[in-house]
């Protein structure tokens, strides 16, 4: 069973930066495309950052472009999202999700992580 578990939020001012980790586990992650979503209170679910877990090529949205770094340690199974320059508009629950690399939707997602970002 494919478990994805969040970690690293949490309350910090505005410019500030917080470094989210997810734990991937339940099966090879080598050909899945693990990612960051975000869903602040009233809003969508919105994509943050995607990365393969082999080859290492990475996309991000437009508003985190340049402040966000997603990265991952196959070793430990584990993927992160560092946050930099943090904004209040950044402030939403952080989910991690992870789909095959062949597929058009997300099959597997995380419980999320609070970020709050005070002004």
């Known amino acids: 069973q494919v478990q994805l578990v969040e970690s690293g939020g949490g309350l910090v001012q505005a410019g500030g930066s917080l470094r989210l980790s997810c734990a991937a586990s339940?099966?090879?992650?080598?050909?899945?495309?693990l990612g960051w979503f975000r869903q602040a209170p009233g809003k969508e679910r919105e994509f943050v950052a995607a990365i393969t877990w082999s080859g290492g090529s990475r996309t991000y949205a437009d508003s985190v472009k340049g402040r966000f770094t997603i990265s991952r340690d196959n070793a430990k199974n584990t993927v992160f999202l560092q946050m930099n320059s943090l904004k209040p508009e950044d402030t939403a629950v952080y989910y991690c999700?992870?789909?095959?690399?062949?597929?058009?939707?997300?099959?597997?997602w995380g419980q999320g992580t609070q970020v709050t970002v005070s002004s």
């Open positions: 339940g099966r090879t992650f080598t050909s899945y495309l």
């Open positions: 999700a992870a789909r095959s690399m062949l597929a058009t939707s997300w099959a597997y």
